[in-house]
């Protein structure tokens, strides 16, 4: 059973609109949820976190938020630009020597 | 952070042959991991490498099918033994430094005919 779930695919936005990626999760045990980003051919990169004590986490044009009590993050990319068409992993850690969960990934296109 | 160097980042073989695949880290770290991708799925936890001690397997992975060396805390091995199509995929190591820090190398895809 998937403990961390992306269900979206895949998701295309215009240039300079929101970009909104979701993701839920299931184990009441993870304190600290990360969001990376990939392009192909390159690992994951790290993008921003959120720890379970706060409830957003705000870093230039990337913003996530956090419900505690739906079991559900989402990131918000504002303004969309073309370079952040990639693939988007959300992660989850129920501990800072634990390993990370990881979603399916959704890919997002920005198209110009 | 830490920079990983991961090497080869691609290969085809042929099964029932063996491949190895290396990390190096230009910095000393504790814990390194081992992750897959398979196609259309998600990033998924092989093992933990701990310098000194042996590899610590999650469910559905074992030691003779997946052997990782850690010989000092700057270099970590996987190899993917036995191989079969099944075992096509996407593998990433990963270092961790303090709490969250997490780094990953650029991979390797792994096609097997």
């Known amino acids: 059973d998937q403990q961390v779930k992306q269900n979206s695919p895949s998701l295309s936005v215009q240039e300079g609109r929101i970009s909104i990626l979701n993701c839920d999760y299931t184990n009441s045990m993870f304190d600290y949820f990360l969001w990376y980003k990939k392009y192909p051919a390159e690992g994951p990169t790290f993008l921003i976190s959120?720890?379970?004590?706060?409830d957003k986490n705000e870093d230039g044009r990337f913003t996530v938020f956090l419900n505690k009590s739906a079991k559900h993050l989402s990131l918000h990319i504002v303004p969309s630009q073309p370079g952040d068409s990639a693939v988007y992993f959300c992660a989850a850690s129920g501990g800072s020597q634990g390993n990370l969960i990881f979603g399916k990934g959704t890919k997002l296109s920005v198209k110009p | 952070s830490a920079v990983i160097s991961q090497k080869p980042s691609r290969d085809i073989c042929q099964r029932g042959t063996s491949l190895t695949i290396q990390c190096q880290v230009d910095s000393q770290v504790t814990m390194m991991f081992w992750y897959r991708q398979q196609p259309g799925q998600s990033l998924t936890l092989i093992a933990t490498?701990?310098?000194?001690?042996?590899?610590?397997?999650e469910s559905g992975f074992v030691i003779d099918k997946f052997p990782i060396s850690r010989p000092n805390l700057t270099f970590s091995t996987l190899t993917v033994s036995n191989m079969s199509p099944e075992d096509s995929s996407i593998y990433l190591c990963s270092t961790q430094e303090g709490g969250y820090g997490y780094t990953f190398g650029s991979g390797t895809r792994l096609t097997v005919v």
């Open positions: 959120i720890s379970s004590i706060k």
């Open positions: 490498a701990n310098q000194g001690s042996e590899a610590t397997y």
